[in-house]
């Protein structure tokens, strides 16, 4: 929660912060509302543990660029969850250099983030037991590819995409659901799909599927 609310700051310089022993970096800039840009260059990530909610409500920042950072290692990191919830502004995402192997949470990471186009999530979830809101309400999202997906430890998959309104493509044929119990609302609102597989879906475990397939109109 270093710099959380901080709702008036416009920049933000992190030169001067030597991070190289922390393990913790929740909330960090949390509702860090009027930042456009953030540098992220001077963060040595290394021994972190904890990156929930990291840039939670960052509305206005329109670019978080992590592909040139040497420092942003997240082979540690065991909590992901609402990491870039609410970052309404950011049109793409290209996490190809994040290491997940670690995560066992990635609930509500990218929750509302309304305006992303393009997102790249490469991600090893092979120790993630929840994926609840993962992606609700990523409205311009069009395609989605999540083939590298392990979802063989998660549980539930409730809201996953539902809101997900500009969705036509989803790329789930990795996705092994013999452990997940609770469906809910996953695909709701996924009003542009006029097609979707799922004939690889083990719900034997399934205790409740309501609104699976809810508002999907066409």
Do not use: W
């Not at 092979?126 to 392990?150: A, H, I, K, P, Q």
Request: one cysteine or more; hydrophobic letters at 35%.
């Amino acid at each position: 929660y270093m710099f959380y609310g901080c709702s008036g700051l416009t920049s933000l310089n992190l030169s001067p912060l030597d991070t190289d022993l922390v393990t913790n970096m929740s909330y960090m800039f949390s509702s860090c509302s009027r930042l456009s840009s953030l540098g992220l260059t001077p963060l040595n990530t290394s021994r972190v543990t904890n990156m929930a909610g990291m840039f939670q409500n960052c509305s206005g920042l329109i670019e978080l660029d992590f592909t040139q950072l040497v420092n942003f290692d997240t082979s540690l990191v065991t909590d992901m969850r609402r990491m870039f919830e609410g970052c309404i502004s950011l049109t793409e995402l290209d996490l190809s250099c994040f290491n997940t192997s670690n995560v066992t949470n990635m609930y509500y990471m990218f929750q509302n983030c309304s305006s992303i186009e393009r997102l790249i999530v490469p991600f090893n979830t092979s120790r993630v037991t929840t994926m609840l809101y993962m992606f609700g309400d990523c409205s311009s999202l069009t395609n989605l590819n999540l083939s590298t997906f392990d979802t063989s430890n998660v549980t539930t998959m409730q809201n996953m995409f539902s809101g997900c309104s500009n969705l036509t493509q989803l790329n789930i044929s990795s996705f092994d659901t013999k452990n997940v119990t609770n469906f809910t609302n996953m695909f709701a609102s996924c009003s542009n799909f006029t097609e979707l597989d799922l004939s690889s879906f083990n719900t034997s475990n399934a205790t409740t599927m309501d609104g699976m397939f809810r508002e999907c109109s066409s």
